[in-house]
C-alpha cells in the first residue's frame, strides 16, 4: 500500500506537472527536536539521507543491503546508522520505508497546486469565457496591430506638441532605423 500511495504522489507522466525539487526543512525545529539532539552524526546523516531519498523517490528498501546499494554504503555502515532513534521518523510496510511527514508535506503541496490551477482555469473562463481555458488562442487580439494606431494623438498647439517642438535632445527612433550613441561630453 505505501509503495503504491507514494509512487502515485511521483507520477507525473501525465503532463500535469514536474514533481516538487524540494521540501522545506525548519532548523530551529529540527534543532529543538529532543530525539534529533540525541543522535549520532551518523544518526543524523542517516535520517537526512533517508528524507531526501524519500522526497525524490517515495520511499526507499527496508532490507539492509538493498538500502546499502540504493545509498552507496556498506551494509556495515548502514546498520550502525539506522537506529531505533532515526527510525522512529520514518514507517515500515510493505518491505520499504516512508517518511510520513514528507508524505503528509507532499499532499499539502499538491492540494495547493490544484487550487492554484483550478483558480487559474475559472479566472481564465471568466474573462475568455469560453469555457476551454487550454492557452491556445481563441480570437482576434483585443489590441491594434497598427504602429500609426498606437502613437499618440497630439493635437496642433497643445502642450504636448510646444514640449516636442522644443525638444532638443536625441532624435525618436523610427523603424528600421538604428540609433547612434551619443558619447557624453567630458568637461575637463
Not at 68 to 91: K, N, P
Request: charged fraction near 30%; charge should be positive.
Amino acid at each position: 500500500m505505501a509503495k503504491k500511495e507514494n509512487a502515485a504522489l511521483l507520477n507525473v507522466s501525465n503532463g500535469a506537472r514536474r514533481a516538487p525539487p524540494a521540501f522545506q526543512l525548519y532548523a530551529a525545529d529540527r534543532l529543538a527536536d529532543r530525539n534529533f539532539k540525541l543522535m549520532t552524526l551518523a544518526e543524523r546523516g542517516m535520517q537526512l539521507t533517508l528524507e531526501c531519498e524519500c522526497w525524490i523517490n517515495g520511499f526507499v528498501p527496508s532490507d539492509r543491503s538493498d538500502l546499502a546499494r540504493v545509498l552507496g554504503l556498506e551494509v556495515a555502515e548502514v546498520q550502525s546508522a539506522l537506529t531505533e532513534r532515526v527510525m522512529r521518523c520514518f514507517a515500515v510496510s510493505d518491505g520499504v520505508i516512508t517518511s510520513p511527514e514528507l508524505t503528509a508535506y507532499r499532499k499539502k503541496l499538491d492540494e495547493y497546486h490544484r487550487k492554484k490551477s483550478a483558480g487559474g482555469r475559472k479566472g481564465a473562463d471568466a474573462r475568455w469565457n469560453c469555457g476551454n481555458a487550454n492557452g491556445l488562442p481563441s480570437g482576434l487580439p483585443n489590441g491594434s496591430l497598427s504602429r500609426e494606431e498606437s502613437k499618440p494623438d497630439v493635437k496642433e498647439g497643445s502642450e504636448h506638441q510646444e514640449f516636442l517642438d522644443g525638444y532638443d535632445g536625441p532624435a525618436p527612433f523610427e523603424a528600421g532605423k538604428k540609433r547612434a550613441r551619443q558619447k557624453p561630453e567630458m568637461n575637463g
